[in-house]
């Protein structure tokens, strides 16, 4: 066998569906993980200046954004070795099939199993990802409608002529209690707040995460097509294989048969 027919076959059993999605649900989970951890450093440095100043007010929601960024410490590794368990998992039954078509051997029990689990593993990570793809988009809306009051104010066409009257009051989102002072910024405090680097950065990384979080469910939905059809071309060749061993059973028999009914004509 030369080369170019060696680096044929090792192409021809590159799981290919299982290696795009692993790029994908990495890059997604990279990019979650990664903006949504600066984000919320830079909400929770951004409240800490403006919007409270009393610790005591926004103790909680330090204690919360910290626990989220453990959170994602804890996803960002999970994926890591799920998403390589899967692309593994690729190449085991992309082989397993080829080898099973060629007749070199059969597919186990056990190893349906782990494909079948691995099908329910990822359909509930799916529906996880799920909640946390609408729920990374909380945070894009209402630094939104914030970015949008500050560009309101800015605009010559709305012509605004007592800008101190608009105001973001971040008490009535839940964020802070409602005794936190000041709790809002208005006028020119508003604008600001909006010019700050924290805002700014924050915005965007909101976004990314959030696109990122979309991307990794995506991916999910792609591992879990991928697993299902792996599930049924093992279970339909398993099938097969059973038939042929019943059929070659039959045929041994009738041949068996056969033989015996000749040997008793010429004795």
């Avoid at 992309?94 to 349906?112: H, I, M, N, P, Y």
């Avoid at 101190?164 to 005794?179: E, K």
């Amino acid at each position: 066998m030369g080369c170019f027919e060696c680096c044929i076959k090792c192409l021809g059993g590159v799981p290919y569906a299982s290696l795009v999605a692993t790029i994908l649900c990495f890059s997604g989970v990279a990019l979650f993980c990664g903006c949504g951890h600066v984000a919320l450093t830079g909400t929770l440095t951004m409240l800490e200046n403006h919007f409270s100043q009393m610790t005591t007010d926004h103790a909680t929601l330090t204690i919360v954004i910290q626990t989220m960024q453990y959170v994602i410490y804890g996803i960002a590794s999970f994926f890591f070795v799920y998403g390589i368990i899967l692309l593994a998992e690729g190449f085991y039954t992309t082989s397993a099939v080829k080898k099973e078509l060629q007749s070199q051997f059969k597919t186990t029990v056990c190893g349906r199993c782990i494909t079948a689990t691995f099908v329910f593993l990822t359909y509930i990570l799916g529906l996880a990802f799920l909640g946390i793809f609408g729920f990374s988009a909380i945070p894009v809306f209402l630094f939104y409608n914030m970015w949008t009051t500050c560009a309101a104010m800015k605009s010559p066409i709305a012509n605004i002529t007592d800008p101190d009257s608009i105001c973001v009051d971040v008490r009535q989102y839940g964020i802070i209690p409602w005794n936190a002072t000041p709790g809002k910024a208005c006028g020119s405090t508003l604008g600001d707040i909006c010019s700050t680097s924290e805002f700014y950065l924050s915005f965007h990384l909101y976004i990314v995460a959030c696109a990122g979080a979309g991307a990794t469910l995506i991916a999910l939905i792609h591992y879990l097509m991928i697993l299902s059809a792996n599930w049924a071309y093992l279970r339909s060749s398993c099938n097969q294989n059973e038939y042929q061993d019943i059929k070659t059973k039959d045929d041994d028999a009738e041949e068996g048969g056969s033989k015996e009914g000749l040997n008793s004509s010429y004795s």
